[in-house]
């Protein structure tokens, strides 16, 4: 068979994603924070859009005042001329004068700095994390320089909780070393503050803690460094047993451990906290609710009134300009269209949540109703995927809290009678009923699940576990407690 090339002509029916759609598509599933990111940099890049200015009083003219009404004018006799001046004379203000640039000789003279000029922001400084803080104790000491070697490299070795990742044996490849040599780094860095730093593990930084505190010789130094297992496991009986301590004194030391910090190096974490903005509000009015967006700190865009008044000039623009203006607006009117069905689509779909999970605004977790994303695009006459871009990295201020949109969809479980229990209702009864267990006596996965037959829930110990450990609540024997 030849190879040749042929012209056909064919008609089919395809969906085409336009650079509009795709960019209505990305702004919907963006959170707020990226939201105002995008809205900032499309201002930036499209000339037709712009801040509109917020809705403020008219600020009162100072030349329509009479002296009844500004005393102060009348007294000092203050106008709008400097006395003794033409205003016509008076040289224009040259607003450089009052940036914040860097002046690099410190003179008073209001000359442009150099190219190379550090800036403002050089100077700003980082937040000091725990390697900084143990170097600057370290730049009090009398160290030697393979001291200071070693010490710099088993700091740089902790990681987040203070913990040393590196072993005696890199220590010596790296300082080509002895072993007493890094044992004698290793026990200087330890010397430092916070007590437990540079331990391998959280017995040898609770050791380390005790240590510093003068318990070497008691009963919790000891408890921690033979029988940090039973510790672990709250076996305070089986310790007295093995320690020849009473009881009494076991709880004691215990009470001892357990002020300590397990984690040292925790507190000095550097990393940024991230703050939840929700992106819509419920409030409850006269019993009914109330859905209101929020649109603070969103910047509101409008079309630019001097480039449409430009456009609208029949000379002074070439047909490149032209074209460029018309292309800029088309896009702007789209972006601000594509904002507002944004806000539409999020009330929209937040009024569906309202309506299927009303007992939960109403009583809390507790009473949540299984969802699915097909209940709600079906309510609302939408798409799956359109729900789920709307409720990713979405969050709502209501009575009971803030919630991501994603947290009201919850699988059901199904109940002897026929009905259907949400999986985020049953997390919550069983956190109630660990929360109000016997400390000494605490309910086991197989009592839990006997506990929700009773009330009609039937779920396996099995299920009963993988909701415990999605709790973060740990198993019965950590959670025992001996009086």
């Not at 070795?157 to 002895?178: P, Q, V, Y």
């Not at 990393?271 to 019993?287: H, L």
Request: aromatic share 8%; proline share 5%; net charge negative.
């Amino acid at each position: 068979m030849a190879l040749e090339l042929r012209q056909n002509l064919k008609l089919a029916q395809k969906l085409v994603m336009t650079p509009q759609l795709r960019q209505a598509i990305k702004l919907l599933q963006l959170g707020r924070l990226e939201l105002t990111e995008a809205l900032q940099a499309e201002i930036e890049q499209n000339p037709m859009l712009e801040e509109a200015p917020s809705v403020l009083e008219p600020a009162a003219n100072p030349e329509s005042l009479n002296a009844e009404e500004n005393p102060y004018q009348a007294e000092a006799g203050v106008t709008d001329r400097v006395k003794g001046d033409d205003p016509a004379t008076v040289a224009e203000v040259n607003w450089e004068d009052y940036t914040n640039a860097f002046d690099s000789d410190l003179s008073f003279s209001h000359e442009t700095p150099p190219a190379d000029a550090p800036s403002q922001f050089d100077f700003i400084s980082a937040t000091p994390g725990l390697a900084s803080y143990l170097q600057w104790q370290l730049t009090h000491l009398d160290l030697t320089e393979q001291d200071a070697e070693l010490t710099t490299f088993i700091i740089c070795n902790l990681d987040e909780h203070g913990f040393l990742e590196a072993t005696i044996e890199d220590i010596c490849a790296f300082g080509h070393c002895s072993t007493d040599e890094a044992e004698g780094a290793l026990r200087l860095v330890q010397s430092l503050d916070p007590a437990g730093i540079a331990a391998r593990d959280i017995r040898e930084s609770l050791l380390l803690q005790l240590d510093r505190l003068d318990f070497d010789n008691s009963l919790a130094y000891r408890i921690v460094e033979q029988h940090m297992n039973l510790l672990e496991s709250r076996n305070y009986t089986q310790i007295s047993r093995e320690t020849g301590a009473p009881l009494k004194k076991v709880h004691e030391a215990v009470a001892i451990v357990q002020e300590l910090t397990p984690y040292p190096g925790n507190e000095f974490s550097n990393e940024q906290t991230n703050y939840v903005v929700p992106d819509v509000f419920v409030y409850k009015i006269d019993g009914e609710f109330v859905i209101q967006l929020n649109d603070e700190g969103l910047p509101q865009l409008q079309l630019s009134s001097e480039y449409q008044q430009l456009l609208k000039q029949k000379n002074g623009l070439t047909s490149e300009s032209r074209g460029y203006l018309r292309e800029s607006k088309r896009n702007a009117e789209w972006f601000i269209k594509s904002i507002e069905q944004r806000q539409r689509t999020i009330y929209r779909v937040m009024e569906s949540l309202l309506k299927f999970q009303r007992d939960f605004f109403e009583h809390g977790p507790a009473a949540m109703r299984p969802l699915i994303l097909r209940d709600v695009a079906e309510d609302i006459g939408m798409h799956e995927s359109t729900v789920s871009r709307v409720t990713s990295n979405k969050y709502v201020h209501c009575p009971q809290g803030i919630y991501e949109l994603k947290y009201f969809f919850s699988t059901a479980v199904a109940t002897p009678d026929g009905d259907s229990v949400a999986a985020e209702a049953i997390k919550t009864r069983i956190r109630q009923l660990v929360n109000g267990e016997n400390p000494v006596k605490p309910l086991s996965d197989n009592k839990i699940s006997e506990l929700l037959a009773k009330e009609n829930i039937s779920v396996a110990r099995r299920t009963v576990a993988k909701y415990r450990e999605q709790l973060k609540i740990l198993p019965v024997k950590h959670r025992r407690q001996t009086r």
